[in-house]
Antibody, heavy 116, light 107 residues
Framework: EVQLLESGGGLVQPGASLRLSCAASGFTFSTYGMSWVRQAPGKGLEWVSAISRSDGITNYADSVKGRFTISRDNSKSTLYLQMNTLRADDTGVYYC?????????WGQGTLVTVYS | DIQMTQSPSTLSASVGDRVTITCRASETTSSWLAWYQQKPGKAPKLLISRASNLESGVPSRFSGSRSGTEFTLTISSLQPDDFATYYCQQYTSYFQPFGQGTKVEIK
């Protein structure tokens, strides 16, 4: 089955770090660009970061630039999002998505809550 | 960066109604625009890509169009399963903004 499975979310205090993982299965992970999209509680969708298929080119939303790092391990078919210096407004569900231009495959999401 | 303005933010409609949602780009862009449907507690689902290309398995009552910088999602006859929130997204550049979303509610 073609799927994306996120993990690593949790409850943290401001200033803390978290690393999200996304395990891909059912397709050739290395041939696709990937992105992270988040959704604050009761709010809309926000693109967070993207990474190219193999050469590691990355892009970030201004809201996370300098704090978040996207990476991938094609040998493990896994996408990562290292989140440092977390803030309350980083709270939300984080989705891993397959990027074919539009986002054609979404994970179920993992919840990150930053509280003080 | 291109900004996407989606309207209305909420829409009340009845089963069988024709529904139209609009997304306007802040500057001229290509037809690299997608529409997604999201139901409560679920991940979004891609409905339409390239402004008017219906994804496999999406009912034909959904359609998309473009006129200049304005993009439209139309549901020709609203069904009970269509009550959800809809988002547009442009994917021309490395920055891939979403519209603010349109919640389609039961009237």
């Amino acid at each position: 089955e073609v799927q994306l499975l996120e993990s690593g979310g949790g409850l943290v205090q401001p200033g803390a770090s978290l690393r999200l993982s996304c395990a891909a299965s059912g397709f050739t992970f290395s041939t696709y660009g990937m992105s992270w999209v988040r959704q604050a509680p009761g709010k809309g969708l926000e693109w967070v970061s993207a990474i190219s298929r193999s050469d590691g080119i990355t892009n970030y939303a201004d809201s996370v630039k300098g704090r978040f790092t996207i990476s991938r391990d094609n040998s493990k078919s896994t996408l990562y999002l290292q989140m440092n210096t977390l803030r309350a407004d980083d709270t939300g569900v984080y989705y891993c998505v397959r990027d074919v231009g539009p986002f054609d495959l979404w994970g179920q999401g993992t919840l990150v809550t930053v509280y003080s | 960066d291109i900004q996407m303005t989606q309207s209305p933010s909420t829409l009340s409609a009845s089963v069988g109604d024709r529904v139209t949602i609009t997304c306007r780009a802040s500057e001229t862009t290509s037809s690299w625009l997608a529409w997604y449907q999201q139901k409560p507690g679920k991940a979004p689902k891609l409905l339409i890509s390239r402004a008017s290309n219906l994804e496999s398995g999406v009912p034909s009552r959904f359609s998309g169009s473009r006129s200049g910088t304005e993009f439209t999602l139309t549901i020709s006859s609203l069904q009970p399963d269509d009550f959800a929130t809809y988002y547009c997204q442009q994917y021309t550049s490395y920055f891939q903004p979403f519209g603010q979303g349109t919640k389609v509610e039961i009237k």
